[in-house]
């Protein structure tokens, strides 16, 4: 189950109101349009993040991947994009996780999508993932990643969020929101350095707690 302790529906899509909502432990989600439930949220203080040791061995693993980004509505969508996505989440999570027509109408219906960035990550010429993504003045939310499981590339996954880390502080974002910590396998997003966890009432910054929650 999805843990949550609250739930609200905004209809002021500014990023002053979305800042203060995400710094409430709120996060978009894809249940409709301005709705956000309020979570276990992670994030990372921009300003007292460095890489570390670990971190740029994964750098090092994924050379060569290379960032870019693109608004939503997103013009260039294809179904292959939607497939890649399905594919991703049914591998996962299990199948009918994620389908094909969510992840169309998350990238391209901006009356029914509370996101607005699209990261297209790329090795050489060939587009490999794809991270769906809410961005203000003040954050970007790392959301819906996925990618191409038959690439043969080690640490795909990390190497993406690592990407999406450095280029939201190279674009002088406060922060950068990592979904919630509820399950053991949200262990890995404990690895980096200025990380947040809300706590229902207030930031916390004590990861040994949150490790005996998960």
């Known amino acids: 189950m999805y843990l949550k302790w609250n739930q609200t529906t905004t209809t002021d899509f500014s990023d002053e109101n979305l800042n203060t909502l995400y710094d409430q432990g709120f996060l978009f989600g894809r249940l409709g349009l301005g709705i956000m439930d309020q979570t276990r949220s ?10 570390s040791s670990e971190n740029r061995r994964i750098m090092k693993k994924t050379a060569g991947l290379e960032i870019t980004n693109q608004a939503i509505p997103y013009h260039s969508y294809n179904w292959n994009i939607g497939k890649l996505g399905k594919d991703f989440y049914d591998a996962k999570f299990g199948e009918k996780t994620f389908s094909a027509n969510k992840i169309k109408e998350l990238l391209t219906n901006n009356k029914k999508s509370n996101f607005n960035k699209l990261l297209i990550y790329k090795l050489q010429t060939e587009i490999v993932g794809y991270a769906i993504c809410r961005e203000t003045d003040e954050f970007l939310h790392y959301c819906y990643p996925f990618y191409n499981l038959k690439t043969n590339f080690p640490n795909l996954g990390l190497g993406m969020m690592l990407r999406a880390i450095l280029w939201a502080k190279e674009t002088n974002k406060e922060y950068i929101y990592l979904g919630s910590a509820q399950r053991p396998t ?21 990861l040994n707690e949150l490790k005996k929650i998960l």
Not at 42 to 51: A, N
């Open 42 to 51: 992670v994030r990372i203080d921009l300003t007292k993040f460095e890489l």
């Open 186 to 206: 949200d262990t890995y997003k404990l690895q980096f350095e200025g990380l947040e966890w809300f706590d229902g009432k207030k930031w916390q910054t004590d």
